[in-house]
Structures are given as C-alpha cells and as structure tokens.
C-alpha cells in the first residue's frame, strides 16, 4: 500500500481560487483511496514556526519522516519553505500542484531573478505537476522540460437556473461595476481607481464594489491616498472578504465585471463573473485571453493600457445591446468550462495511473500524461 503525505499551510478554510482548487483535489484524494494507500499531513499546525527561516529549519528536522512516504503532495507556492529539505529527500516522489509561476509576478529586477532562480529549482526536482490550467501547462513545459505535467483544468459547479438571472439591462442606473478578488500590487487595483476618476470626470452614474481581502496594508493606504485626493468616496465600496452568499448577492446586483490583473494562472473569478452573465474586462496577459474572448464574452486591453481599459468600460456602460451580445456568451463560456464531474473523473484517472505505474519507475518516467 502506498503513503502520501499532503504538505499544507491548512486544509481547512480556502483563501483563494489556488486554494479551492487544491483543497479539492485533496477532498477526492480521500475520497478515493479505497485502501489503495494511506494519507498523512504535514500542515503549519504540525510544524509550528513563527518566521520563514523558522520553516525552514522545521521541515529540515522533518526529512527523515517525510522520507518514508512515496509521495509528497504540495503547492509550488511553497519552494521558500520546502526548497532546502526537498534537496534532501530520498525515494520519494514529489507532486506538485501549480497554479503560476510566483517570478512572473515579481516587479522588480533582481527579485524576479531571485525567485525564478529557486522557484523553477524546486520545480524540477518534483516527478509530476499538475498544472491548473492550460497556460501553465504551456510554461511548466517551456521553463521545466524535464518534469511530467499533468493538466487537470480548473472546474465550477453548474448552476443553469442563473441563465434566468439577469435582465441584460445596462440603462439600470446607478451601474455597478464588480472587482472581486485580493486587494494587492499583482491584481492592478490602482488601474480600477484610475478607471473610477475617468468616470467621474465625465458624470458618469456609477458604483465600483471592490470585494476581496487586503493582505498588503501598504498597498491599500496608497490606493486610498488616491481616493482621498480625487474625491471618490462616492463611487467606491471597499468590502473586504465578504462570505459566499454576500457575494453572490454582489455578483446578481452588478452589470460588469473589471478584472484589471497583471498575472494571472487562470482567473477562476472570471467564469464565476461570467456564470452570472457579466461581460469582463481585463487586461491581456498571461491566462486572461485563454477565457476572455476579445468581443465575444468581454475585452481584452493592451496590458497596462488605462485608457484602453477606461475606453472599453465606458463603450459597454454606453451600448445595451452590445451588452446584451457580450453577456449571453459570457454566460455560454461558463457553460462550456470544465465542470465538477470532468474534474472527478479526470482525478480519479490520474490517481489510477500513479498508483500503476508508480510500481515500475522506467515506466513511471516515460508514460505520457494528459
């Protein structure tokens, strides 16, 4: 019988689209295991550290326990931590769940180089990444040749009673536009505040609801330095991390969904925009063309174009029946996107394989992956 061993800050409260994803994933692992192996964890309760080098040294003092298991399940978010002990481990295979490269998202120079150094260190010393999305797919190939890549895609639960939802009227007034999401440097947040003075300016009746949780208070002082100076008081909401049926309520009463992120691995927050017949518009970058079609379910932006970003909002906010175009296929997009049952069944499939094939390593190392 095989041993896995999840290495996990926690399993129990998911924080982002990542997290809901893994958490998942691991769900099925138990689901599944029908005495075919046993599952252990490793999660920050068990280690307790305060610091990051504190980690460090904690998961070094682990190496010979985690040796003992033949797989290691974690998050590539995680090479700070697990880099230094990974190293060291011995006859045991090492699965990573990956959502995007962490060095993408670095602004500057020489901590981009930093990070890709150690992140892409890590990940070659693992056996299989899944990979949450095509265009991680894509770039764990291209940065990682060596590694087995499994793509297991992003799922979303089908609701089709929300195809009733909505009215298709943009001439509602005051029209609320919808950011949800983290309230950091690496989603453009400044991008939205920039899009609300142009608003302004030209009289615009609107309302811009921002829901997400500030982990960067730096950040967010600068982005309500901005408010403060240009007077946007009125047209802005800070909501923070608000519960499931808070937000659902959010996504029902908004008209467009403005997703101004400079990285992303998928955007999961962008097809449960979509699932509500909201158009989206962001920026085109990383993942962000591999849902938003341009014209069809939204538009995509030159990258860290703010007047191309303003110009499109304002050409949806001033055109009903584009609107009603652009949310009838946002809405047919969540319908075509992966559901929970391909997700089951493709974890399922994969489970089936490792546990085979992990029994002959040539084997193991040459089978081709999805």
Known sequence: MKN??????????PQTGGQVYDFSFIKLLEQYKNNRYNIMYLLDKDIKAKTKLGFILKYLKKIKYMS?????????????????????????????LHHHFNFMAQYNALN???????????????????????????????FCPSVIVSHIDTSFEKKIN??????LNINNKPITLLYVGAVIKRKGIEYLMKMALYLKNKNY????????ECSDSKYLKKCFKIIDRYSLHNHLEFMGRISNTELEQLYIKSSIFVFPSLHEGYGRVIIE?????????????????????EGV???????????????????????????????????????EA????????????FIDELILYSENKKMFQSISWK
């Open 68 to 96: 003992r298991f033949d797989f290691i399940i974690t998050n590539s978010r995680l090479y700070p931590r697990l880099l230094l002990c990974f190293l060291f481990l011995r006859n045991c295979k090492v699965i990573l």
């Open 297 to 335: 379910n939204g538009f995509l932006v030159k990258n860290k174009d703010s007047n191309g970003f303003n110009n499109q909002v304002e050409l949806l906010m001033n055109s009903s029946d584009l609107y009603k175009y652009l949310s009838k296929n946002a809405f047919n997009t969540y319908l």
């Open 273 to 293: 925009a979509m699932s509500y017949s909201m158009p989206v518009i962001g920026f085109n970058n990383s993942a962000m063309p591999y849902t938003i079609n």
């Open 162 to 167: 929300q195809e009733l939802k909505k009215d």
């Open 4 to 13: 896995i061993l999840i290495v996990y800050p926690q399993i129990i409260n």
């Open 338 to 349: 992966h559901s929970e049952r391909d997700f089951e069944n493709e974890v399922s499939a």
């Open 205 to 212: 009746s609107f309302k811009l609801v921002i829901a997400g």
């Open 112 to 142: 981009k180089i930093i990070h890709k150094f150690f992140e892409l260190r890590f990940i070659n010393l693992s056996t299989i990444v899944i990979a949450a999305s095509k265009y991680t797919e894509i770039n764990t190939k291209k």
